[in-house]
């Protein structure tokens, strides 16, 4: 594992999307470690096994089985050592409830999942290059959700 490389993480349950995603990180050009998980669970008990480097970034899914995006969420921003991790929610729902439901519980941007594998990758490298710092604490609706 490259130690300078952005730490990623895509939790999703259908494979073919994280299939595809792994993909587009990979021809995007930064220096990337992604891990993949198929629920909110499973990231869960692997990131708190004492020992794990934290990940600079978490894309997280909505509807999944086990533990849903919105119950990950709510507990990554419930622990200490967690709560400051960026949370992208990665979804194929643009409802204006999740959005808002995703908005207030701290997520730091909201992806509408791409049909198309160039704005896939687009968004991605959008999301790679924001400077995570200055995102955070000028967080508002404008620019919560990502336009592609």
């Known amino acids: 594992m490259n130690l300078d490389a952005l730490k990623v993480v895509l939790v999703d349950d259908d494979e073919d999307d994280r299939l595809l995603f792994k993909d587009a990180i990979e021809e995007v050009d930064m220096n ?5 998980f198929g629920n909110g669970q499973e990231f869960m008990d692997y990131i708190s096994l004492s020992g794990q480097p934290l990940p600079h970034l978490v894309f997280l899914d909505l509807n999944m089985p086990v533990k849903d995006g919105i119950q990950c969420l709510t507990e990554i921003r419930s622990t200490s050592t967690l709560k400051d991790l960026s949370v992208a929610i990665y979804s194929t729902s643009s409802s204006d409830k999740d959005i808002e439901q995703t908005f207030i519980n701290g997520a730091n941007i909201y992806i509408n999942k791409p049909s198309d594998f160039s704005k896939l990758k687009k968004a991605i ?19 919560f959700l990502l336009s592609i």
């Open 32 to 36: 990337t470690n992604l891990l993949l």
């Open 125 to 143: 490298k959008e999301v790679l290059k924001l400077n995570w710092q200055y995102h955070t604490s000028n967080l508002n609706r404008d620019n």
